[in-house]
């Protein structure tokens, strides 16, 4: 999901997307990343979904071997109502 909708998105901020960490928190092989995005769409408003990131770990805990990735919807699908081609 997360590349499919980087994909959609991407194309229509001036600037890209930058990620500000919020909280972090691990136990374990499985860490949580909460992060907010910082963007601008190309019409000027604010593009700043928050994101929660699980990471799984491989048994040796330095490698991510998979990623449960959470986006803001509500914020995906008002960019892609207001700009995307139709």
Known sequence: ??????GQVLPLLSGGLRFHIKALHSDG?????????????????????????????????DTIVTVDAYIDSAVVTDILHRLAPR
């Open 29 to 61: 092989l499985v860490s949580v990343v909460e992060m907010q995005g910082v963007g601008v769409a190309l019409d000027g408003v604010p593009y700043d979904p928050f994101y929660v990131w699980v990471c799984h770990f491989d048994p040796r805990g």
């Open 1 to 6: 999901m997360i590349p499919a909708t980087t």
